[in-house]
């Protein structure tokens, strides 16, 4: 299948939950930012993705975007511009641990 790279950021309003969404990002994707991920995910993948996080967050306090990028190796990297220190991108490939 096909893997499409995706920015992923959220707003957990509580802090159990925000663990939560945290470490289950973690299963997916590359931290950026504490609640910025890189994930290259097929289209099982993302569906899975929205399922997990879904189930833990409140869908009337917490919000969660997914940021299509396109293809990991395309504008999926090239698209990024960075100020002050950070751990770069992740290479192409699955990134789900």
């Known amino acids: 299948m096909t893997r499409r790279r995706y920015v992923a950021a959220y707003d957990i309003r509580d802090v159990v939950r925000l663990r939560r969404v945290h470490k289950t990002m973690k299963a997916f994707g590359y931290p950026l930012q504490y ?3 890189i994930c290259d995910l097929d289209i099982g993948e993302k569906l899975a993705l929205k ?5 833990i967050m409140h869908l009337a306090e917490d919000s ?7 293809d990991p190796d395309v504008r999926g990297t090239e698209c990024f511009e960075f ?15």
């Open 35 to 37: 609640s910025v991920f």
């Open 64 to 70: 969660v975007a997914l940021i299509d990028l396109g």
């Open 83 to 97: 100020l002050g220190p950070t751990r770069g991108l992740p290479r192409r490939g699955p990134q789900i641990v």
């Open 51 to 55: 399922r997990e996080i879904g189930e």
